[in-house]
């Protein structure tokens, strides 16, 4: 079973960026895709983006595209996550999560970090 341990997130203000990560152990990591899912209180767990093992793909969900870029070092099994022009409305609760196939949907991945907390103020 693979372990997931995000870190980097904070507090920052709206049109400042951050980079979260997520290091991953006890797995072959190249072997996963690997997604970023964000949750607040009042809502489910969104899709953020997804990457594939060889980091070849990526996807993004509309509400963070063009401004958030997910990518991997297979050498340091880590998965990043870079937020910029970030907005109030990006803070939530960031994980990170395995997957055999590249999925929006959060019932698609296995294994789960605990998160890190992204607040973006006004």
């Known amino acids: 079973q693979v372990q997931l341990v995000e870190s980097g997130g904070g507090s920052v203000q709206a049109g400042d960026s951050l980079r979260i990560s997520c290091a991953a152990s006890g797995g072959t990591f190249g072997a996963y895709v690997m997604g970023w899912f964000r949750q607040t209180p009042e809502k489910e767990r969104d899709f953020v983006a997804d990457i594939t093992g060889s980091g070849g793909y990526t996807y993004y969900a509309d509400s963070v595209k063009g401004r958030f870029t997910i990518s991997r070092d297979n050498d340091k099994n880590t998965v990043y996550l870079q937020m910029n022009s970030l907005k109030p409305e990006d803070t939530a609760a960031y994980y990170c999560?395995?997957?055999?196939?590249?999925?929006?949907?959060?019932?698609?991945?296995?294994?789960w970090g605990r998160g890190t907390q992204v607040t973006v103020s006004s």
């Open positions: 999560a395995t997957s055999r196939f590249h999925s929006t949907m959060s019932s698609h991945y296995e294994n």
